[in-house]
Every structure is written in C-alpha cells, then in structure tokens.
C-alpha cells in the first residue's frame, strides 16, 4: 500500500528468516492442507474482481462453485470463466442474481444456491462482496455513513448469519471467509465510510472464530491491500485528492494474486490472511491475541512494524497537514465552506 522504511540489515534478517521458515513449514509431514475437491464452495461478489478470481481457483481444484452477485449479465460473462476451469463433469457450477445488502435476500440466495446440492449448506463461504465510496467525512450525510456499512459490513453479515443457522441445523462443520482490508486495520485521511465497516468485519470474524469452534467450524478473515479490480476504478473516482496522494507510491496487487494469496492462507490454516508484506507488517503489529501464521516471521513483521509505522504515520500526517490550504479551497469550490 505504501512504503515502508526499514534499515537493510532488518530486510537481511527477514529474507535469511523466512527462507528458513519456508522450508521448516515445506518438510513438515504434519500439516494436511484444506483441499476444495468435491466441496460445494460458496463465493458472494463472483461476478467480478478478487471473487471471481477465486471462484476460477476452486472450480480448478475441483469444486463445485456458486457464484452470487447482483448483475445478471456480469454474472453470466463470469460462469463462462469459472466453466472454463471445470475439471470434471460432476462438478456443479451455477450463478445467482441477489442484492446481498438484504438480509432476505442473503438468506434467499443461500437457499438458492443449496438446491442443487440437496438442500445442504456449503462446505465453505467466501465473502468477497462489497465496495467503496469514498470521501471527506464533512461531505457524508447519515445516509452515506449507512450505505458505507450496508455494502462493506451487513452484506458480509448477513450472509454469514443464514449460513451459521443452516450449519448448526445440519451439524456440519462449516468455512466461513470473510474479506476485509488492510483498511481493518488502520486507516487515514478519505475512509470514514469503508475503514469502520472493514475493522468491524474483523470484530466479527474474532467473535466467530471463538463462537464456532462450538460447531467444529473454521472462519478466515483476509486483509489485501490495494487490488487492481473493477471496484477499484470506481473507488478511485471518490477518492479525495489528498487521499490519492497519500496513496501515490501504492503497489496493488491483481484480483488474481489476491485469490493465490487468500487460498494459501486458507491451506495453511492462517486466520488472519495477509497477502502482502505491508497487510503482514500491519497484522502483526495490530495483533492482540489473534492466532498467529508463523510465530518466528510474525515476530520479525512486528519487530518492522515498531520502527517503520511511526514513521510512515509521520510522513502521511506531515502529507495532510500541507494540504490544508488545498482543502480549504476544494471546501470553497464544493460550496461546503462559503
Ligand atoms: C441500509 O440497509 C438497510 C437494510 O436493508 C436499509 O433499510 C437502509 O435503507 C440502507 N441504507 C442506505 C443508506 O442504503
Ligand atoms: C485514479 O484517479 C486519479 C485522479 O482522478 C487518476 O489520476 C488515476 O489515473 C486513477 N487511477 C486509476 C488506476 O484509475
């Protein structure tokens, strides 16, 4: 997302630590890896960007995938990519237009998409529906700060909601995924209407991974950075000047290296999943008693974080302060400030 400052020797020890810890985590005969095949995976914002890359993913790995979003002719172009991947011809892979911003609908969806496989819940959940708008918070009306928790926290849920009642009817161990940001974690300048809606995914996913261990269930939560998809050009058009500038040495990431990413956690049995070196410097340093991913390598991230954060927040707080002038004119021109 940003750059971060860290001293040369730092990076030295993090390469020399990981590569070990990379092949102590290869040999080990222990781990068993979460594998798709033959599971009914769930995957709500499919039609586009990190969820379609992800439904792509598991219908590879042998899956049997349903998509959910709102356009039906996203939705169909999209099915087309995911049928492209089919392995077998027993895997069912189908697509459902709701607008999961309705907790009925989420729940009608649910039922929709269960149909096919006997009326039985999903083997896993991947919430990766949502969106940005983005702004000052002096231009937000209530209505706005409503519809930034309505497309950025209920519509993850929700869904999450109707899928835990069905699994505990069925006494089948679920997956539930949730996708925040590593806007859940931090924030700044630009983001009252998306940050609180991620940092309160995360709220819930910590409550659920506690609650669910009630019902042998598994929950995930994953914190991309910045990611290249068509969201994210319509995110970029509500962006305030000031927060593009903040955001100006930003390296994203493609919906497709995200969907890697996020699967690897998955495998791995990671509850936070970071899928960049910043998401993994700001997970361990905002950590409290979050389950770690490697305890060695999450130390050194933590370690980076402690010097390089402060420093960062220095530089983007010395980068808002020099715009105030800027801003006072922008307030002017918007005919906020008369
Ligand atoms: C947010 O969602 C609720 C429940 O669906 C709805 O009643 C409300 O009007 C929505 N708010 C906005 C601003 O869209
Ligand atoms: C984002 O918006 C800014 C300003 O409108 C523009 O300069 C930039 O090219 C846009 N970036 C993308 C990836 O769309």
């Not at 949730?178 to 809606?197: E, H, L, Q």
């Not at 991974?209 to 598994?218: D, G, H, P, T, V």
Request: charged letters at 20%.
């Amino acid at each position: 997302m940003f750059e971060i400052v860290a001293p040369g020797s730092t990076i030295a020890l993090v390469l020399v630590l990981s590569s070990l810890l990379l092949t102590v985590t290869l040999m080990n005969p222990y781990s068993k890896k979460w594998n798709p095949r033959g599971l009914h995976c769930y995957v709500t914002g499919g039609s586009a960007g990190l969820g379609l890359a992800l439904a792509v993913i598991l219908a590879k790995k042998g899956a049997h995938v349903s998509i959910v979003a709102r356009d039906e002719e996203k939705l169909r172009i999209a099915l087309e990519e995911v049928e492209k991947a089919r392995q077998n011809p027993e895997q069912i892979l189908k697509s459902y237009s709701y607008s999961l911003t309705e907790a009925q609908a989420a729940e009608d969806a649910l039922k929709a998409a269960c149909e096919p496989h006997g009326g039985k819940a999903p083997d896993a959940i991947f919430l990766c529906a949502g969106t940005a708008r983005l702004g000052y918070f002096v231009e937000q009306t209530p209505e706005s700060l409503q519809n930034g928790m309505n497309i950025s926290y209920w519509i993850s849920a929700y869904t999450a909601l109707a899928y835990t009642k069905r699994i505990v009817q069925e006494k089948k161990p679920g997956k539930i995924i949730f996708v925040s940001s590593v806007m859940g974690y931090m924030s700044f300048v630009g983001y009252t209407t998306y940050s609180p809606a991620k940092h309160a995914l995360r709220g819930l996913a910590e409550t659920l991974r506690s609650e669910l261990l009630l019902y042998k269930s598994s929950v995930h939560i994953c914190f991309p950075c910045t990611i290249y998809s068509p969201g994210y050009i319509e995110e970029n058009k509500t962006k305030p000047p000031i927060t593009l500038k903040i955001e100006e040495t930003d390296d994203g990431q493609t919906p497709e290296q995200v969907a890697e990413g996020l699967f690897r956690g998955i495998q791995n049995g990671n509850f936070h999943i970071t899928t960049a070196l910043v998401g993994s410097i700001f997970r361990c340093s905002t950590r409290g008693a979050t389950p770690r991913n490697n305890p060695l390598l999450d130390a050194v991230y933590g370690l980076i974080g402690h010097i390089g954060l402060p420093i960062w927040r220095r530089s983007v707080d010395a980068t808002v302060k020099a715009h105030r002038e800027d801003h006072q004119k922008y307030l002017r021109g918007r005919g906020i400030l008369t």
